[in-house]
């Protein structure tokens, strides 16, 4: 006894100051039986895993547990939005006040109110899907953090690709049967940025269609195809394909003429793969060669095999899921970002703890080591190293996301790659070993010889120019959305970045 005492003396062992595991919590509002790609049974495996990594990287120094909240019984986001802040209320209050704890939520799941509760509680809210930059902003929610674009991001992405191809006349087709809300937020989103001096010389139109509504589908092809030769498919794929048919069958379809944007936030089935259009009949393949198909580009997820498996296996044990062949766990990035936000909250925790003294006896309370504010100071223009991949956060709280921009080979009968849209930077990098192969060799015109109808400019029948000199001055069309801010000023906008070779 004596010679134990005598070499804990000469080691400079103090006894007194050894401290226990230092707790925190993380507290997910991450709905459970919803239709939805961000719904536990996808990213409730990412969780798990990401407790159980942390515990084990930081042993002895933290411990962390998560807790999940949710309504069994909801079905819908709407019902969600409702229950999700109130249980997080009731939970946080009695359970976690005075706590070191972060908040996880997606936009389906009280994601208005949420940010919110957190800036009253000073703790920290991770959003591991895209939200509106109203929700996430350093004025409105100063401890909620981005995990994902902004609607806004994804809607300049569109933006700047039709610029490059001089494309300033678009239609947005919007499903309105959709269950999710990401087409509808996209193209509000769209809306928005219509308003500021980038975006303003745009013509954006819109409505919306049911596909179980024949006539309403109909008008929608109609409406788009009198207003311009872009239009963007806001539906999941499988719908976006059914819509190209119509327009064909319709007798609206002009090969070489127009153009279809499919805009999906990942490649899970409640979205629509790109490999639905492979292997098309026949009938398909001009449309398809006319197709444009744009996703969340996942750079490092395919890199850590280790990692899949682990979030595969924890998918199938705890909620028996499995995403459909050829998809990772990380090549979802509601999926990948659930994991990342775990483990984001642990590291600046640590480095937290590092930057306080830890005296003799010394018990951190959590409003010095895990305030949300002092958290989210740590982590802005900062880039941080984990087992899915570096993650970048940037001034304004959010991490990026890039999109790939695939389009259909005709030899191939299936979609390559042929651009990384790199947020960041606001710009399309083209694969300079992959050409886009247009219909007719080059891109569609933003409007074409003979104007929308077919009846304008060389086409335009005799004796009618009084009448459509009445007609532009009369009024403009009545549509979901529109902005036409045109002015000589603007007119360098429209000469676009060089567009990639064509065949």
Partial sequence: MWIFCLICLFSGVNLANVHSPFDLEIISIIPC???????????GAALRVAEDAVNAEFLGRLNLTVTLLYQETDRVCEDTDAHAPL?????YNKKALGRCVAVVGSACGGLSIAPFLAKEWDVLLFSNSLVASTSISQTVSPTSIGMVASYESIAASLLNLFRIFQWLHVTMLLDAAAATDFYFQVCQSTKTLLLTEQFSDFRVDGTRFTLADTPSVHEALKFANARSRVFVMMSHT???????RFLKTDRLFIPGDQVFVVLQPTQQAAYGAVSL???????????????????????????????????????????????QTGLQPLDVYLIRETYNSVRLFAALVNDSLDSQPWDNNTIHSADS???GGRLRSLMTNRTFRFPSGPVFIDANGYRHTDLLLYTFHPKTLSFQVVSRYDA???RYLWDQNVSIE???????????PCGFSGNEGPCLPQGSCAMLVARKHGGSFTTLWSA????????????AATPPRTI
Avoid: H
């Fill in 238 to 244: 499988s719908v976006a394909i059914k819509l190209m």
């Fill in 438 to 448: 247009w219909l007719t060799g080059k891109p569609p015109l933003d409007i074409p």
């Fill in 484 to 495: 036409e801010k045109r002015s000589n000023s603007d007119s360098s906008k429209s000469k």
């Fill in 33 to 43: 039986n919803i239709s939805v790609g961000v719904a536990l049974p996808f990213t």
């Fill in 277 to 323: 259009f492979d292997n098309p009949d026949v009938f398909d393949v001009e449309l398809f060669r006319s197709t444009l198909y744009l996703t969340t580009y996942v750079a490092t997820g395919g890199g850590f095999p280790k990692l899949n498996q682990q979030l595969a296996a924890k998918s199938q044990e705890l909620y028996g899921t499995a995403l």
């Fill in 87 to 91: 249980l997080l209320a009731e939970y």
């Fill in 369 to 371: 080591v895990c305030g």
């Fill in 424 to 426: 960041i930077l606001q």
